[in-house]
């Protein structure tokens, strides 16, 4: 079982690893921390909540090219998210599955 802590390390150690694998645990994890230290810090300041979000940019599409990864899709399919709220509902629905066996990946 992947804990708070180790999601975080992880993501950051492959912090431009766009290839692998990332199970949902990490993923959710990870997002977690990203949407708690966005809130705390736009509570302290608005732009710092905004440096932060573009600061995690990179490690944040990483670990979700890699869950895609891991549901046996390719990373690319991330930005069906462009798409107003049913963009976004299909990727949640897409990071939300479980993990798919390794010959089941797609470039």
């Known amino acids: ?59 944040l599409l990483a670990v979700g090219a890699r869950r895609m990864h891991d549901t046996g899709r390719s990373g690319w399919w991330q930005l069906i998210g462009l798409i107003p709220i049913i963009g976004w509902i299909v990727v949640i629905v897409f990071l939300a599955q479980e993990g798919k066996p390794d010959d089941a990946i797609t470039p």
């Open 1 to 59: 079982m992947m804990t708070f802590q180790d999601a975080i390390r992880i993501c950051f150690q492959k912090y431009a690893d766009f290839s692998g694998r990332a199970k949902r645990a990490e993923f959710w994890w990870f997002y977690l921390f990203v949407f708690l230290v966005s809130i705390a810090l736009s509570i302290v300041h608005q732009y710092l909540g905004a440096l932060f979000q573009l600061g995690i940019l990179v490690p």
